[in-house]
């Protein structure tokens, strides 16, 4: 079993920038593909980034491209969000998964393990 707790988030305006957390427990990451996900009010939830188990690949869903990167610390078990020039239409509960075997798999919505979400609001 693994354990997501992600934190971070927060109230900002456009433009700004924020840095989310997902800290990992119960087992090591090194094996897992991990992404973020993302649900707004009144909408589905959605892909944002996935990054393979190495960092070596890395997807991104074309509304936050360019402006979001996804990292990841194997040693210290935790995966990055960072999160430039925020629109409004960002704001939504930020989710952190995990999965196997691929970032591809997690890229097409599935995964093993999800956190509880860390909400992300930016005024316009």
């Known amino acids: 079993q693994v354990q997501l707790v992600e934190s971070g988030g927060g109230l900002v305006q456009a433009g700004d920038s924020l840095r989310l957390s997902c800290a990992a427990s119960?087992?090591?990451?090194?094996?897992?593909?991990m992404g973020w996900f993302r649900q707004a009010p009144g909408k589905e939830r959605e892909f944002v980034a996935a990054?393979?188990?190495?960092?070596?690949?890395?997807f991104y869903a074309d509304s936050v491209k360019g402006r979001f990167a996804i990292s990841r610390d194997n040693a210290k078990n935790t995966l990055t969000l960072q999160m430039n020039a925020l629109e409004p239409e960002d704001t939504a509960v930020y989710y952190c998964?995990?999965?196997?075997?691929?970032?591809?798999?997690?890229?097409?919505?599935?995964?093993?393990?999800w956190g509880q979400g860390t909400q992300v609001t930016v005024s316009s």
């Open positions: 119960g087992r090591t990451i090194t094996t897992y593909a």
């Open positions: 998964a995990a999965g196997t075997p691929s970032a591809a798999r997690i890229r097409s919505g599935s995964a093993d393990y």
């Open positions: 990054i393979t188990w190495n960092g070596l690949v890395k």
